[in-house]
């Protein structure tokens, strides 16, 4: 995950625990929100994630009084934060099995807040893309 993806994670991150330490939110902010999201997408050349948030804002159409617990928009993320890591499995699968070092790792993570596995698994994968970066 380049870090334009990775800064444009953390930002979603970053509004979702604003929004669960705050008041519940109406469609209106969700739907800027999204557009936002969308916009920036489109600037960093992710149009898989500005796609999706245009199909989030379309769904939205029409519920801008409705309030949301941040609960509710995370749910309502889930396809966004997929988009995230689709397009980041399929760039590790294209590096070559003899680029790779070392025993596999497996990392378990249990609980119900996708949004910070998203978060976590953003941080492994630059982790790695460091570690990558420093061998000879």
Not at 40 to 46: D, H, K, L, P, Q
Not at 78 to 101: D, K, M, N, T, W
Request: proline content about 4%.
């Amino acid at each position: 995950m380049d870090r334009s993806v990775a800064s444009l994670l953390d930002r979603i991150h970053e509004q979702y625990e604003r929004w669960r330490a705050g008041p519940p939110l109406d469609g209106g902010e969700l739907a800027r929100f999204f557009n936002a999201v969308g916009r920036t997408a489109a600037v960093i050349g992710r149009s898989d994630i500005a796609a999706e948030a245009e199909r989030l804002i379309h769904r939205l159409n029409g519920q801008t009084k409705r309030q949301w617990t941040a609960e509710e928009a995370l749910m309502e993320m889930v396809s966004l934060l997929r988009c995230f890591y689709e397009a980041g499995e399929a760039a590790s699968a294209a590096i070559p099995s003899s680029h790779r070092q070392g025993p596999k790792a497996a990392i378990l993570l249990c609980g119900n807040d996708p949004l910070f596995f998203a978060y976590v698994r953003g941080a492994a994968n630059r982790a790695m893309a460091f570690h990558d970066d420093s061998l000879p």
